[in-house]
């Protein structure tokens, strides 16, 4: 397996070395390539107007389809670009146009802004929301779930790969098979996943699958990206078409392509977009088997390290393989302890339960202090994020 070269990725990080950066999970810090190519193509506007300018980056454009669907084991005319990922599970979900009767079966781990669109559906349509048990882990338990999906009721199963709220990792690819087996349909939302871990979609069997482009992908703010299964995509229409993905032929008729990205809006960012093709094709040339070996191996060292400093409580369920850690500091909010962190350049953030009331609702814990690292964290940044908590939980407990 090829391996992870740390200093090579530091070297092409220029913000690497003016902190130690610990929020991949929120937005990892991009390499000078992808903000080469966004700005690039800003001046490029700037001496030849917008849509000159994309045209003359067409052929980019298009190669980002296919980049992404390399990282994903899919076909280019699978993929469809969005501006955020809340955006696209969002145009997905009311695609499908869950019927009154219906139901849409959700994990734990569902993010706030998804969960709210969630029980705004169910609310307004008369479909039942049903989040399915969680088992010792706090991953979805698959015996539970096979007993909803038994029943032979229409559903839309929407499961977080890797929640926002710990570092807990779904069995996506058991629950693929659940969906299969009853004819359930599948939307995979794997923001916290593409970049670190292997996500192969055929493997997983999912339907759909949505992720963001500013985490671990490392990619401009304001990118995202769908997978929309064939005959998934051409069983459904959006609910807002767009002269992106339909064309208007007649006074009262329109038509609109059978690729996913029939699910498109016109409007984007075209330098944004050539930020995330950059990043897609330097995931893929580092490789995810190396990434994701690298990337749950810096976990499991924070999370050995940090359970070990008194004071100090891992809010990760049993077993968690993955690059995030959260954790809790005893006497202090999580808030205030992210805070203090940043004061010696220890970049951490605060994740409250209002993001995720059925995971950490359910745990009553008020918020968590979330670490993630990527490939340009090397011992250095470990050591002061190890020290920093040590020294913040020390306070806590002399006080």
């Known amino acids: 397996m090829r391996m992870i070269d740390v200093a090579h990725e530091r070297s092409r990080t220029l913000g690497a070395p003016n902190s130690h950066h610990f929020n991949a999970a929120g937005a990892a810090l991009p390499t000078s390539s992808v903000v080469e190519a966004v700005v690039e193509h800003l001046h490029r506007e700037e001496a030849l107007g917008g849509y000159e300018a994309a045209a003359r980056v067409r052929d980019d454009v298009e190669g980002i389809y296919a980049a992404a669907g390399d990282l994903l084991g899919c076909a280019a005319d699978e993929i469809a670009l969005f501006d955020s990922a809340s955006t696209g599970l969002r ?10 009767g219906s139901r849409i079966i959700a994990s734990r781990s569902t993010y706030v802004s998804h969960a709210l669109h969630l029980m705004t559906i169910c609310r307004e349509r008369d479909v039942e929301l049903v989040i399915v048990p969680a088992d010792e882990q706090r991953r979805v338990d698959l015996v539970a779930l096979e007993a909803l999906l038994a029943d032979g009721r229409p559903s839309v199963l929407t499961v977080s790969h890797v929640p926002t709220s710990s570092g807990l990792v779904e069995p996506v690819a058991e629950i693929g098979q659940l969906a299969r087996r009853y004819g359930a349909t599948y939307l995979l939302d794997a923001t ?4 670190h871990l292997q996500v192969d979609v055929a493997a997983i069997g999912c339907d759909g699958l949505v992720t963001t482009g500013r985490k671990f992908l490392r990619a401009p703010r304001g990118t995202a990206f769908a997978y929309v299964k064939r005959s998934f995509a051409s069983a459904l229409l959006p609910t807002a078409p767009d002269v992106r993905g339909s064309e208007w032929q007649s006074e009262g008729g329109w038509d609109t392509t059978s690729l996913a990205r029939r699910f498109e809006t016109w409007e984007a960012s075209v330098a944004a977009r050539l930020g995330l093709g950059v990043a897609l094709r330097e995931a893929n040339e580092r490789g995810m088997a190396a990434t994701e070996a690298w990337l749950t191996a810096a976990g499991d060292d924070i999370r050995r390290r940090v359970r070990e400093v008194p004071g100090v409580v891992l809010a990760d369920p049993e077993g968690s393989r993955s690059a995030i850690v959260t954790f809790v500091i005893d006497g202090m909010t999580s808030a205030h302890a992210a805070s203090r962190l940043s004061e010696s350049g220890v970049r951490v953030v605060s994740v409250p339960a209002t993001h995720g009331q059925w995971d950490l609702g359910d745990r009553r814990i008020p918020a968590v202090v979330r670490a993630s690292p990527h490939v340009y964290n090397d011992e250095g940044d470990v050591d002061a994020l190890v020290e920093g908590i040590a020294r913040i939980a ?6």
């Open 91 to 100: 145009v997905l979900i009311d695609a499908v146009r869950p019927a009154a």
């Open 192 to 195: 916290q996943s593409v970049g």
């Open 394 to 399: 020390g306070e806590v407990r002399a006080s």
